[in-house]
């Protein structure tokens, strides 16, 4: 499959650090910043935020790649590309970081498997594997890592950021159409068993 060309940070450069402050599920504050994936981080922990975000469509029969995949696939996934991460800082947990992992998103996924015409164009980079915990779902991580992407794809000299979605998970659609995205055409991965709908963006120019 064509790829657009990407200048890729090395894995020990981070992106600048994004705070906000929300309130969880739970209730409690959360202190959320994104990142650059760390050689510290657990890919346990991102596999298993993967099955928990994707368990959703799951339920509906749907078989995602990231709602199944092993740590190794996980692993193999994230240095095909350019892997961010969502953390919580206040979170109690016993991790090489000492942060909790609750969001993720991979920027420009080399695919072994072709993938649709869209993201052939030069003009076109991509992001998948958007997954946010679903305790921490609805504080709006996922529209920060979002904006990171679309940033991140802007500084590459993109002019469209695409996406493959789960065609029948509607809620999810409807988020990325009031998110700004429209539908572009369908495909079918081989290793899923529903269509996706491939869905883009037009990115502002760069002030």
């Known amino acids: 499959m064509k790829q657009m060309s990407v ?14 402050d929300v309130a969880s599920d739970r209730g409690s504050s959360a202190n959320i910043t994104t990142r650059r994936l760390a050689p510290s981080d657990s890919l ?4 298993t935020l993967l099955h928990r975000a994707y368990a959703k469509q ?9 709602g199944r995949q092993s740590v190794d696939i996980t692993e193999k996934r994230v240095f095909s590309g350019e892997c961010y991460v969502a953390v919580d800082h206040e979170a109690p947990v016993q991790s090489r970081t000492g942060q909790k992992i609750v969001g993720t998103i991979l920027f420009h996924e080399v695919e072994e498997s072709k993938g649709p015409p869209w993201f052939e164009k ?24 979002l904006d ?20 029948p998970d509607r809620e999810l659609y409807e988020f990325y159409i009031r998110r700004g995205y429209r539908f572009v055409e369908f495909w079918q991965w081989p290793y899923t068993n529903y269509r996706s709908a491939i869905l883009s963006k037009t990115l502002a120019p760069k002030a």
Do not use: H, K, N, W
């Open 58 to 66: 799951v339920a509906m029969g749907l078989r995602p790649l990231a």
């Open 148 to 167: 990171l992407v679309e940033s991140r794809a802007r500084d590459s000299g993109a002019r469209e950021l695409g996406l493959s979605m789960a065609e």
């Open 7 to 20: 200048d890729i940070p090395s894995e020990s450069r981070r992106a600048g650090p994004v705070r906000v």
């Open 122 to 145: 030069p003009e076109v980079a991509s992001f998948s594997q958007l997954a946010v915990d679903p305790d921490y779902q609805g504080c709006g991580i996922g529209r920060m890592l």
């Open 44 to 47: 346990q922990e991102i596999t």
